[in-house]
């Protein structure tokens, strides 16, 4: 317990040293020895060593340092791009080869690749319905498709590069898509459904 008082208080002190206030070490009733600032009967003056006060600074970016970063970005946005390198992994992993896209999904389905590495900021993905273009390049692994009529339909991917040559084709998923028939009664399309639906004049 002392040795913690005495601890504090030369904790206390040292900002009063600082500043060349004096110092006076005695003993209280109890026999603690004390510190304090005022000179006590039988208390004795202490002697500190001054103590070095350093302000602290707020490390601040110069204008130069900032100058030096925005020209490393650019540097790193322009500098030329490394020769093209065939990636691992190349092909559509959702829908399934053979998988059936029921009724209730209107012809939508979400396509989405495994491409591996990772792909390129310089490189694009194109997607294919039935050998036609259905999506226009773009940087991504994933493409939606909407509205697909009935039927089977196959759908690849092509892998772009830098100067839009075609690099990799994915193997070919099959896809069968249910929707409901437009000539039956119920369904919306059906030309005698619409007809149905104008009130005579």
């Known amino acids: 317990m002392r040795l913690r008082l005495i601890g ?4 206390l002190c040292l900002p009063l040293a600082a ?9 209280d009733a109890q026999g603690n020895v004390i510190f304090t600032d005022r000179p006590l009967p039988g208390a004795e003056r202490v002697e500190l060593p001054p103590v070095t006060v350093v302000p ?8 130069p340092s900032r100058e030096a970063d925005r020209d490393r970005m650019r540097r790193e ?6 020769p093209f390198m065939p990636y691992t992994t190349f092909r559509i992993t959702s829908p399934g080869d053979g998988e059936t896209l029921p009724t209730g999904y209107a012809g939508n389905v979400r396509v989405e690749l495994n491409i591996e ?9 194109r997607l294919l319905v039935d ?3 259905s999506q226009t390049a773009r940087h991504t692994s994933t493409f939606m498709l909407t509205n697909l009529e009935r039927g089977e339909h196959e759908l690849r991917a092509e892998l772009l590069d830098t ?23 119920q369904n919306p399309n059906n ?3 619409r007809l149905s639906q104008v009130s005579p004049r």
Do not use: C, M
């Not at 504090?8 to 904790?11: A, I, P, R, T």
């Not at 100067?163 to 409901?180: C, D, K, W």
């Open 163 to 185: 100067n839009g040559e075609v690099r990799h084709l994915s193997a070919p998923v099959t896809l069968y898509v249910q929707r409901a028939s437009v000539n039956l009664p």
């Open 191 to 193: 030309p005698s459904h």
């Open 117 to 125: 590495p990772e792909l390129r900021r310089d490189n694009r993905v």
């Open 77 to 82: 946005e322009t500098a030329p791009l490394p």
């Open 131 to 133: 050998d036609r273009v």
């Open 8 to 11: 504090l208080v030369f904790g």
């Open 56 to 63: 602290s600074r707020k490390l601040q970016l110069s204008e």
């Open 19 to 27: 500043s060349a206030t004096p110092i006076y070490r005695g003993t």
